[in-house]
């Protein structure tokens, strides 16, 4: 009975005030649906992936209509560091060496300043023309396995394109090497694959994980070749 | 005579210059060209950002030109 006089009253007072909405917090379940997400969301990959097992947002030009990428991989992405040092090396360039040169170099012809703007912002856009052009080739340069071959697209200089390719069944052998301080840091290495014929063989330089790359392709051919057989 | 042989010294600089940075214009119009030809052989959604930046160095490449063109 009581509450029932309490709600009424409730009911007829004015709104003095009113508390601004807030915005919904995730729950803990809310969370944890969001990480379930992401992590089905990791099927793709990034700009930087260099090895990656099933991705299911890369198609390449050949690639036929029941061909699945297995596996996708591009060099280990510390190949890639040298050139940015050398690119953070000369970005400071024109802050300590131009200075530097002008006090030794003391001619008697005065460079207008338009030439030094000029000069300096053309030097790091060449800059960032160097460090794109080397992420580029590093990005395009890349081996795909298949269910059906596999695949190694190399772009030279982005001028030449090389494409080769040769059936999982073609394949005669293979093994990798790896060596020296880095590649064992980072495991990475170099995988030879034989083929049988006139056909190429192909080197895969300096992907990561090399032995499971080399497990994996020997357990497809083995499971193409015993398709086969049968 | 001193004076004008400065000028044609400096004239010819900046036609030195400008013809450097056409053909770094030229050098990042390849970029963007192969970057698309690239895109065709694998395609990934990573690949717009790719796109967008040969693009910002093309224009950067265009802007470094023009400003030349009116600094020089």
Redesign the interface.
């Known amino acids: 009975m009581s509450y029932d006089i309490q709600f009424c009253i409730l009911e007829d007072m004015p709104v003095l005030f009113e508390a601004p909405p807030t915005k919904k917090q995730p729950s803990r379940k809310g969370n944890s649906s969001a990480q379930t997400e992401s992590t089905t969301v990791k099927t793709g990959t990034t700009a930087l992936t260099a090895y990656f097992m099933h991705p299911k947002d890369i198609r390449f030009e050949t690639q036929d209509a029941d061909e699945d990428v297995i596996l996708f991989m591009r060099q280990h992405i510390i190949v890639l560091i040298p050139k940015l040092i050398f690119g953070i090396c000369i970005f400071f360039v024109p802050l300590f060496l131009f200075p530097i040169l002008a006090q030794f170099l003391l001619s008697p012809i005065e460079i207008p300043g338009g030439y030094i703007v000029i000069g300096t912002v053309f030097w790091y856009v060449a800059i960032f023309g160097f460090i794109l052009t080397s992420f580029l080739q590093w990005f395009f340069n890349i081996f795909i396995v298949t269910n059906k071959r596999i695949i190694d697209i190399d772009f030279l200089y982005l001028l030449y394109k090389k494409f080769s390719e040769a059936q999982i069944v073609r394949i005669q052998d293979i093994s990798f090497r790896t060596g020296g301080i880095m590649a064992t840091m980072f495991n990475y290495g170099d995988v030879l694959i034989q083929t049988a014929g006139e056909l190429p063989n192909f080197v895969f330089e300096k992907i990561p994980r090399p032995a499971e790359v080399v497990n994996t392709i020997s357990d497809l051919a083995e499971k193409v070749k015993g398709k086969g057989n049968v | 005579m001193p004076e004008n042989a400065g000028l044609v010294i400096?004239t010819g600089?900046k036609l030195i210059?400008l013809l450097g940075?056409g053909i770094?214009i030229i050098?990042?119009g390849?970029?963007v060209r192969?970057?698309q030809?690239?895109s065709?052989?694998?395609?990934?959604?990573?690949e717009k950002?790719?796109a967008a930046?040969?693009w910002v160095?093309f224009g950067?490449?265009a802007v470094?030109f023009i400003?030349?063109l009116l600094?020089?």
């Open positions: 400096w600089i210059v940075l770094y050098f990042a390849v970029i192969q970057e030809l690239m065709k052989v694998l395609e990934a959604d990573s950002v790719l930046l040969s160095h950067a490449a470094v400003l030349a600094i020089l």
